[in-house]
């Protein structure tokens, strides 16, 4: 084989340009790992661990010879469709498989094991970040396609997919009511959630009391039990055991975590990635799970941008902070230089260029005083607070503006959880169908806990409650930046004069809109008179964003 695909640089590489190293190689079409070899007479090549290739294998080239920076494919993420796993009203569930976008290629997908009857789509109009399609409960699947896709997409494609396993304990990640399908040679990691799926022929013997491992057991599916545990944060030998001997996994600590901080991504494409739009920095946090200090000297690595490959010294005080400047459109693929698993990806969008544009979910709102016009995403809790504005009095909901391709659940939910009804959009009448949603919403209003769900595109709950004394809170990433900046306010050198800030919010209106303990920690920072200089950029994008909350709800 001339061609492998290099997990540490996420691109296809020819093996003349490889390095022999262990685990790093895998066949861009099957996916199984190779290994590079050279012989006395002939060139470097790869081969199949497992033997010898099969002949989609041995030929595999990459459109225009690469698929690195200078080639139409643009990057590789994991091209071969996934299993997943999606909850709905709380305590009922389904499985997903994720089809990732192919650029460039034409032709249709058939998915014949549907949730509701055989789906077919267009690959051309796959959006970026890939479509989760509902799918039964099956032990294997396999996609059909049509004569127009051409090889390697097609073996990509069509290759089979495991589905839940009878005899064994099946793991899936746990995000915000979805999560991935966890591979059997991946480890499990304290603090985190995890879904549990089994036949109900294994029964239910054997699981751990729910005050040593918390645990919610959701509804039947076609024989299949499910519950959503939560692994406590310390090691706990107890549950440690369990997991060993009753889900057959290892579990452990992770060395690294690395995490966005700025700017808040608009959404979550399908395939995990983070879509943000254009922002003049983007700021990032590297933070240690544990006290080990083995990880001396990491390089922090930019797929599309090499040249801003960092060195950061992971043996000093944790979190570190640092600035990216300005990515390009499209797709970044960040990760640690040796740890792949550690990564993130992200998709960079600007408004003004209709073919990067990716559509979401938008609620216009209009002020009853002021009559001006306010937009939010779906996924908003500004959204939220202004459906609850309605029932006031003090502000209209104009329109709902949805993608072409999107179904929705509303209605009413109460104690006994009833499913709630579900609309999509019929061919030619997006615009009725855009008045019907807005319609519904409203005269839902008020009648009880509203819920709108959009599925990928955000989910929007409105209680009955009519609090006008409502606070607003600091988001997760806000509130540890805070305490970090902070603690290192200790340092006294280079100092800087805090009053010479001039996006400071206003102390009163803070007062007034954010919970106590999120006032005082915004009040402790601004009651430093002098900072240390390096500290400067990260207090301005934090003050930035509690200006943007504080103006959106003021």
Not at 36 to 63: D, S, T
Not at 129 to 136: A, D, M, Q, S, Y
Not at 487 to 514: D, M, R, V
Request: with cysteine.
């Amino acid at each position: 084989m001339e061609w492998a695909f290099d997990k540490v640089s996420q691109q296809d590489i020819n093996a003349k340009d490889a390095i022999r190293t262990a685990n790093r190689y895998t066949c861009p079409v099957c996916g199984i790992e190779c290994t590079l070899r050279r012989g006395n007479v002939k060139k470097p090549y790869f081969a199949h661990i497992n033997g010898a290739a099969p002949e989609a294998c041995e030929n595999y080239h990459p459109r225009n010879g690469t698929n690195g920076n200078n080639g139409h494919l643009g990057f590789r993420f994991h091209p071969f469709p996934k299993l997943y796993i999606r909850t709905y009203n709380s305590s009922n569930w389904y499985l997903e498989i994720l089809i990732y976008d192919y650029p460039l290629e034409k032709g249709e997908i058939s998915i014949p094991f549907g949730l509701f009857g055989q789906v077919k789509i267009s690959i051309p109009e796959i959006k970026v970040g890939g479509i989760r399609i509902p799918v039964k409960t099956m032990e294997s699947y396999a996609l059909q396609t049509s004569d127009e896709v051409t090889p390697p997409y097609e073996q990509m494609i069509c290759s089979s997919i495991d589905g839940l396993d009878q005899k064994n304990y099946n793991v899936f990640y746990c995000s915000d009511g979805s999560g991935m399908r966890l591979h059997k040679k991946q480890s499990l990691i304290w603090g985190q959630q995890y879904f549990i799926v089994w036949h109900m022929n294994l029964g239910m013997l054997g699981w751990l009391p729910n005050n040593v491992l918390p645990q919610e057991k959701l509804n039947t599916n076609d024989q299949w039990l499910c519950k959503m545990i939560c692994l406590p944060d310390a090691q706990n030998p107890t549950v440690e055991k369990w997991v060993n001997n009753k889900l057959n996994y290892q579990i452990k600590h992770p060395p690294l975590t690395l995490s966005t901080l700025f700017p808040i991504p608009d959404r979550i494409l399908d395939d995990g990635s983070l879509q943000i739009s254009e922002t003049k920095f983007i700021f990032l946090s590297i933070d240690r799970n544990t006290t080990s200090e083995d990880f001396h000297e990491l390089i922090f690595v930019s797929e599309a941008l090499p040249q801003y490959t960092k060195k950061i010294n992971l043996c000093g005080q944790m979190p570190i902070i640092f600035a990216l400047n300005p990515l390009p459109l499209g797709r970044t693929h960040l990760w640690i230089d040796g740890y792949p698993d550690i990564s993130i990806s992200l998709y960079h969008t600007q408004s003004m260029f209709c073919d990067q544009y990716i559509p979401g979910v938008e609620f216009t709102f209009q002020d009853s005083e002021t009559n001006e016009y306010i937009s939010s995403p779906a996924f908003s809790s500004y959204t939220t607070f202004q459906l609850k504005k309605i029932l006031l009095g003090n502000t209209s909901l104009v329109q709902v503006s949805l993608p072409k391709k999107a179904s929705v659940l509303i209605g009413i939910q109460g104690d006994n959880k009833k499913l709630l009804k579900e609309y999509s959009i019929p061919e030619g009448s997006h615009k009725a169908f855009e008045q019907q949603l807005k319609d519904e919403i409203v005269q839902l209003l008020g009648k009880g806990k509203l819920v709108i769900d959009f599925g990928n595109y955000g989910k929007v709950e409105v209680d009955n409650e009519l609090n006008t004394d409502e606070k607003i809170s600091l988001t997760d990433s806000n509130r540890k930046k805070l305490k970090w900046i902070i603690a290192q306010i200790s340092l006294e050198n280079n100092l800087y004069p805090i009053g010479g800030i001039k996006e400071f919010p206003n102390l009163k209106l803070t007062k007034h809109w954010f919970n106590e303990d999120d006032y005082i920690l915004i009040k402790k920072l601004i009651g430093n008179r002098f900072v240390p200089s390096f500290l400067l950029p990260y207090i301005r994008s934090v003050i930035q964003e509690i200006s943007i909350q504080l103006k959106l709800f003021s």
